[in-house]
């Protein structure tokens, strides 16, 4: 074809003539494969093409009460043929991908189901879906104005939102929406390095040890701020917690604090923890302001205060609640544990920055976090890069200037957005407390049954932790002794192992498609050392650790109902590994080259053996315990 004739290859309507040339008759009809451009009449065909594949994708749905995974077969996943993937010759039609695609669901588990219930995971609501779908269509870009125009709105609102519920100036705050809560921790981290090192130290890098203060029971996503920010993570020195509350020990902070200020070692940042994914820990930041006041970097300038809320941030929702009126209904206790996680986390007004989990306390779609400042000019001060040739300033804000991210999409910030929205405080408020009422029952059946306790009965988060006891044994004594007494040590590693057994039963009756004593497997999960035992407080004996099943009562579907099932099944599991039914659970997936190996990880001097009160103890020598 002579490219001068190139004109004449369409018909008036658009497709391509028969003459024309293969790729402008495939172009022609790829114009199918996106949605339309210009408004049609009646229903718009992608709605009906999205209608469909939610359709397809619905198929997989358990009927009511039936098991807790998607489709029919949770065998899996098969991760054994991947590497024959290769790029298809020929097209495929909608219906074939999307089938294609719903398959990779089957099996999974399924968030919405009222048995599952393993951790802080949970369903997203329509409005968050929708919201992020539809950035999906016209993808706004939230680097600038320029390529997101209204849709950029939904990011500082939410920061402002945000701003007024942490009690901070909306004229003064700022926020940026991130790849998570490890996101936010980094955004957290670069921000104090910048403060305490320095602008010039995003010239240079990081070329002298700050450090980062963080409780023993602060999240793990401290290796991954700490390594790739360049910090290093023998640079985190991690503060005891106390072991009442599982709160940083302030005392022991300051100690940490005194001796850096000393020997003139800069502190990158003191992370608050608002809210542990277990204990429900919450540190305090207006004692952590204190000491940052106190004791100033080198520089002159003072350590920053990142409160990682990302779990517990939804509970301000209940500021402006009325707890004396109590209009929503909730029950005595509830009311009281809901007034006393707000009053803990409201002293996150004292950071200079927080991190935020949509995709965890907020119920919207994964990713959807967002990192909110205190004065949004301080942090733009420090961390804004010349423009690019590019990209021209036709709006007044453009947020890529100081991100981490380039391209960054519109779905967090409208996901997170259009659910502030559609749950209002009054929305937050029932499913918060919602949960604190389903854990309350569940406790008090736990507390009811003899061979049962519950050992969180202090914490009111997300999650109840529980052991179970074989038949007929005072599970309360039994816990106080093997949590006391270190004679009990044996009998404590028996029963760590049931609890082990027993979350792996279910594990096996949550995916074996059948029903036992009339029902099927719920989803919940264990953990291998919830707490030390009291005399094991430094950790020296990795035995000395409490097992405990756990259940997150995280979505809506859950019901008192629920919760009887749920123990009533942990019993069943717990007779039958006691009547000698029990195998070990075998690793699925089936993973070939070169997905089956396992290197070692990096394991720096401060976190081996996950202790590292060790290499603080060699950093701070001669400081009084
Ligand atoms: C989950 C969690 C994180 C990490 O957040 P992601 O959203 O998973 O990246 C950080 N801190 C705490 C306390 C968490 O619970």
Redesign the pocket.
Known sequence: MDIKELYKMWKEDGTAEEFAPEWVKIRSDMTNAFPAYHAVEGVDPFAKDVGEAINQLSKLKPKANGPAYLGDDPKGPYYGDVTSAKLPEKRSTLEEVNQKAVDLFTGMPNWNHPLTMPN?IPPANKAGIIAAMMTDLYSPNIIEGEYSWNVEKSEMESAAILARLIGWDPQKAGGVYTF????C?FYGIKYGLTQALGRESRCKGIREDAKLLVSQQG?Y?KLNSSDWTGLGMDNIIEIETNSQTNAMDIEKLEAVMEELHQQKIPIAAVVC?M???DAFAIDSPKAVRELIDKYPNPNGEKALLYC?A??GWSWLTFRDYDFDGNPLGFSPETLKNSRSNLEKIKEIEYADAVGC?F??TGWAPYNC?IFVMRDLNHFRALMTRPGSAYLQDRVCYNPGLFTLEVSRSGSYSMAGWATLQYFGAEGFQSMLGGILDMEEYLRHLIEKEESTVCVNSDDHGFVTLFRVYPKNVDAKNQYEQELKDPKAIKELEKNNALQEKIGNTLWEWFRDGKTHDGQYGPYISYTSGFRKTDYNSDGSNPKAVIYALKSFPMNININATTMQNLLKLVLHARDEIMAGHYEEPEQTGCCQPPYNENPTPVVCGSTESGNVRHAVENLLSGIPK
């Open positions: 802080v998570g809560g490890s996101g921790y999240h996503c923890t809210g542990t994914t990682d990302v779990i989990d995709h965890k976090s």
